[in-house]
């Protein structure tokens, strides 16, 4: 694996977005996994507000997603919760919560956007593609199912990516918040899929039944 240049320069803090609908030990996995191979000192939660690619979808309240992942998380200091795009109003863009959180650690964090390699063939179509990779780098990690993505394509498309990219080969983890809502709702347990005090949460809140 090789670390652009500035790793270790800066404060090393890693950034794991999604809808969270709901929050999944997948995630945690994720999350744990680029926290060790990139030596991250914190990795912030970032649950989505309106998200754009989900424009017209059912989603879970914005209040129950934040507090399912403040109840995942509990106990992990390496861990926060930032509710920056569920805050801000209109749809929801990478890119200007890169530039917030740039502007929150005052340009003293090396920032890694963390992402599946399902993603990536469609970063060209997000909002200033350029701009993301100027404020961050990203970091991809395996689906279940997705191929390795195309770097060279992804190079042509966005000029300076490959100096901005991080493959991770592991985990691949085999859990979607898709199959777990579908779960719930043909009322099967989830309580191997999701934290305890989450598969708690959507039981008391009735979610997505």
Not at 31 to 47: C, D, N, T, Y
Request: charged share 25%; hydrophobic share 45%.
């Amino acid at each position: 694996m090789v670390i652009p240049n500035g790793y270790g320069e800066k404060k090393r803090v890693g950034i794991l977005g999604g809808t969270f609908d709901p929050v999944h030990n997948g995630h945690l996995a994720i999350a744990r996994e680029a926290r060790a191979e990139l030596e991250l000192e914190e990795v912030i939660f970032v649950p989505a507000g309106r998200p754009w690619m989900k424009a017209g979808q059912d989603i879970a309240p914005a209040a129950d997603r934040v507090e399912m992942v403040r109840l995942a998380i509990a106990g992990q200091d390496w861990c926060r919760l930032s509710t920056i795009e569920i805050d801000r109003p209109g749809p929801t863009y990478t890119v200007d919560t890169l530039e917030a959180l740039r502007v929150e650690y005052c340009g003293d964090a090396e920032l890694y956007f963390i992402m599946g390699w399902d993603s990536l063939p469609g970063l060209p179509r997000w909002k200033e593609p350029l701009r993301i990779i100027r404020l961050c780098t990203l970091v991809a990690l395996p689906r279940p199912g997705s191929p390795r993505p195309d770097i060279i394509a992804l190079e042509r498309a966005i000029p300076g990516l490959l100096g901005r990219l991080i493959i991770l080969e592991r985990p691949e983890v085999d859990v979607s918040a898709t199959e777990i809502r579908e779960r719930i709702a043909a009322g099967l347990p989830v309580s191997d899929l999701v934290p305890e005090a989450v598969a708690e949460y959507i039981g008391e809140k009735g979610l997505y039944r």
